[in-house]
Nanobody, 115 residues
Framework: QVQLVESGGGLVQPGGSLRLSCVAS????????LRWYRQAPGKERELVAV???????NYANFVKGRFTISRSNAKNTVYLQMNSLKPEDTAVYLC?????????WGQGTQVTVSS
């Protein structure tokens, strides 16, 4: 079955960096686009970044120039490099793939930006 497992979250000071990873299994990874979402307490889940099956990235305006999404088809892994982190980036970050009309989600990884 489809599985997505995120890691790499943690506590970081404002201005710091983190690299999130999402390891996928149960589907042909190289054939699908992948997404990173985030959800802060009391807020709607929001799309952060998307990478197509051929590696084309797109970003939400609030992370452009700070975050970079990438993928390794050899490792079945999608990454989110987050630089210049701000307190408002604090959230659970979730990996997502849409296959045959169904959304699959990982369990998420907590990112906390605080001094």
């Amino acid at each position: 079955q489809v599985q997505l497992v995120e890691s790499g979250g943690g506590l970081v000071q404002p201005g710091g960096s983190l690299r999130l990873s999402c390891v996928a299994s149960g589907f042909t990874f190289s054939s699908y686009g992948l997404r990173w979402y985030r959800q802060a307490p009391g807020k709607e889940r929001e799309l952060v970044a998307v990478i197509s099956n051929i590696g084309t990235p797109n970003y939400a305006n609030f992370v452009k120039g700070r975050f970079t999404i990438s993928r390794s088809n050899a490792k079945n892994t999608v990454y989110l490099q987050m630089n210049s982190l701000k307190p408002e980036d604090t959230a659970v970050y979730l990996c997502n793939v849409w296959i045959n009309g169904y959304d699959y989600w990982g369990q998420g990884t907590q990112v906390t930006v605080s001094s």
